[in-house]
């Protein structure tokens, strides 16, 4: 039977990149979620994971992230929360979106791209924790995606 | 994420397989710079087999594509499957890098 929700603990090492994919795919798969949907689960928590493991621990120490994906009536939340620096992706700078090869900086990018994959981004500092709330609606008939500001 | 190098009447062509994420972009770049480091002007890179990219592959195709411009050289990027392709879209890329469909389109873009 389909579990509708997953809750996983992940070290603060980029390898585990192989662990969040498998187990979105996991996931994904036994709620019947279209190879698109997964794509873009996959790649906005790569995104945000990858981030805080880049810049979010000023020791170098190894620091859990523990990651909880649920889908509740059409829509998928996923939980995102480390003991890291505080730090707001929300309030993140978007990229230029109208440079020229010369100009392109790449600063920003993963986080631009896991706004641009989900409905919804919430991020919430608590008990020293970072908390962030992503929601993805999975109707079947998707709109056209739409570059986002910020 | 496996990579083949191929080479082709002078140009250089690399076939991706599997992820190029944040754990294996560096591999990539390696391999890219490595090639540029030994002359190369001309490169396809072959998307055929790779079925997932995030911003740490971007990164690393926007660095070497301006490497090689330095150089006066030139990097084509042939035959992405659709997610693939999204992604350069939903980040702008597609605006300045250039996407062909097939291998044939990039060979005889040269």
Redesign the interface.
């Known amino acids: 039977m389909a579990k509708n929700k997953v809750s996983f603990k992940l070290k603060s090492k980029?390898?585990e990149?192989?662990n969040l994919?498998e187990q979105v795919e996991r996931f994904g798969k036994s709620n019947g979620l279209s190879?698109?949907c997964i794509?873009?689960a996959?790649?906005a928590l790569?995104?945000l994971f990858?981030n805080i493991i880049?810049y979010g621990f000023n020791d170098k120490k190894e620091h859990i992230i523990e990651i909880t994906i649920a889908l509740k009536n059409n829509t998928l939340v996923f939980h995102i929360e480390d003991d890291g620096i505080p730090f707001n992706p929300t309030e993140a700078d978007a990229p230029d979106?109208?440079?020229?090869?010369?100009d392109?900086k790449?600063g920003g990018?993963?986080i631009?791209?896991a706004k641009?994959?989900m409905d919804e981004v919430c991020y919430q500092r608590c008990n020293e924790k970072n908390i962030l709330t992503l929601k993805k609606n999975i109707d079947e008939a998707e709109p056209v995606?739409k570059?986002v500001k910020g | 994420m496996e990579i083949i190098e191929e080479s082709q009447g002078g140009i250089n062509i690399f076939k991706l397989n599997g992820?190029l994420?944040?754990?294996t972009s560096q591999g990539f770049e390696k391999k890219l710079f490595q090639a540029i480091d030994d002359g190369s002007k001309s490169m396809i890179i072959d998307f055929k087999d790779l079925e997932?990219i995030?911003?740490?592959g971007?990164?690393v195709i926007?660095k070497a594509?301006?490497a090689l411009?330095r150089e006066d050289g030139k990097m084509l990027l042939c035959d992405m499957q659709?997610?693939v392709k999204?992604?350069f879209e939903?980040?702008?890329f597609d605006s300045?890098?250039p996407i062909v469909g097939s291998m044939d389109d990039a060979l005889q873009a040269f």
């Open positions: 980029l390898c990149l192989d994919c190879s698109k794509f873009e996959n790649l790569d995104e990858t880049s979106m109208e440079c020229t090869i010369e392109c790449i990018l993963g631009y791209l641009n994959l995606k570059r | 992820r994420d944040s754990n997932y995030s911003s740490a971007l990164r926007l594509t301006k411009k659709d997610y999204e992604v939903i980040a702008g300045f890098l």
